[in-house]
Nanobody, 128 residues
Framework: QLQFAESGGGVVQSGGSLRLSCATS????????IGWFRQAPGREREVVAC????????VYADSVKGRVTVSRDNAKNTVDLQRDNLKPDDGAVYYC?????????????????????WGRGTQVTVSS
C-alpha cells in the first residue's frame, strides 16, 4: 500500500532555504517515479519537480528552476526536495506522491499523480 509522509517545512525569510523530505518505502522509490507538488491557499495544486524511479535527469517547474533540486536519500528511503532562494510566492503546502508520464518542458504537465494517495503535506512559509 502506498504511503507518503512529508516533512521539513517551516518558516524562513525570503532568500532562505529548506530541505523537504518525502518518506515512503524503499520499494516505492525503487518502482515509482516521485513527484513533488504544492498548493497555496486559493490556488490549484501544481507540480514542482518530478524524479524518475531510475534516477534520471529530473524535471522542474519553470517557476522554481534554478532554485530547486530533487534527490534520493538511500539511507533514509526518502526523496528530498532542496529549496533555495525561497520567495514569498513559494509559500504553500508541499506534497509528494507517485507519478507517471514525466515530460520535459515545454510539455505540460511535467508529471501526473498515478493515484489519489497523498500525505498530510508540509507547510512552507516565506516571509518577505
Amino acid at each position: 500500500q502506498l504511503q507518503f509522509a512529508e516533512s521539513g517545512g517551516g518558516v524562513v525569510q525570503s532568500g532562505g532555504s529548506l530541505r523537504l523530505s518525502c518518506a515512503t518505502s524503499e520499494s516505492t522509490v525503487d518502482y515509482y517515479a516521485i513527484g513533488w507538488f504544492r498548493q497555496a491557499p486559493g490556488r490549484e495544486r501544481e507540480v514542482v519537480a518530478c524524479r524518475s524511479s531510475s534516477g534520471g535527469i529530473p524535471v522542474y517547474a519553470d517557476s522554481v528552476k534554478g532554485r530547486v533540486t530533487v534527490s534520493r536519500d538511500n539511507a533514509k528511503n526518502t526523496v528530498d526536495l532542496q529549496r533555495d532562494n525561497l520567495k514569498p510566492d513559494d509559500g504553500a503546502v508541499y506534497y509528494c506522491t507517485a507519478v507517471g508520464g514525466i515530460r520535459r518542458p515545454p510539455s505540460q504537465p511535467l508529471c501526473e499523480p498515478l493515484y489519489d494517495v497523498w500525505g498530510r503535506g508540509t507547510q512552507v512559509t516565506v516571509s518577505s
